[in-house]
């Protein structure tokens, strides 16, 4: 089995409605990035399958701790562990 050491995550929006409310509200974009960022964000929702995770960017705060409970779980994966403590029966 091939040891993989990466986790994959993507940022989705609550939903494309508010993506676009988001864009336009900021104020900085005109109507051909808007629309060119609407594309771009329908693509990624479309490659979800590639992630292993998917954060959905409500809001800050509860994206940073969707984030940090990842990788405490990516740590805590039994194939990351178990060479440990396998290594721990041999020695005794």
Known sequence: ??????????????????????????GTETDALIENRMKAAKAEIEMMDAYDYVVE???????????????????????RVAPRYKKMLEVE
């Open 57 to 79: 960017n409500d809001n800050i705060e509860t994206a940073c701790d969707k984030i940090k409970a990842i990788v405490l779980a990516e740590h805590l994966k039994r194939e």
């Open 1 to 26: 089995m091939l040891s993989r050491k990466a986790c994959l995550f993507s940022f989705a929006p609550p939903s494309l409605s508010e993506l676009k409310n988001r864009i336009v509200t900021r």
